[in-house]
């Protein structure tokens, strides 16, 4: 089966930094894109940013200059680099992997990680 464990999550405060990371498991040939979304109280789970198997990204306008994604495809890890940090950065971050090839599943797939709360003080 294939998972996505992440890791990184904390109380910071404002101004601070916080590094992310998320590891995909279960026999995996290769991801196509992979990302982190978060979800504030009360509001929908929004995109934060993507990275493809190629290392092309993109940004959320609201994190763009501050957030860094990276990746490691010989790990299926992704990193997520928070930098100066706000209040209203505050949520859950999900990892999400799009179109894994394994040996577990036939075909590609799209996988969740279990969510990771970052609290953001002022």
């Known amino acids: 089966q294939v998972q996505l464990v992440e890791s990184g999550g904390g109380l910071v405060q404002a101004g601070g930094s916080l590094r992310l990371s998320c590891a995909a498991s279960g026999s995996i040939f290769s991801i196509n894109t992979m990302g982190w979304y978060r979800q504030a109280p009360g509001k929908q789970r929004e995109l934060v940013a993507t990275i493809t198997s190629g290392g092309s990204t993109n940004y959320a306008d609201s994190v763009a200059g501050r957030f860094t994604i990276s990746r490691d495809n010989a790990k299926n890890t992704v990193y997520l680099q928070m930098n100066r940090l706000k209040p209203e950065d505050r949520a859950v971050y999900y990892c999400?992997?799009?179109?894994?090839?394994?040996?577990?599943?036939?075909?590609?797939?799209?996988?969740w990680g279990q969510g990771t709360q970052v609290t953001v003080s002022s």
């Open positions: 999400n992997a799009n179109g894994v090839l394994s040996k577990v599943v036939p075909g590609r797939h799209d996988y």
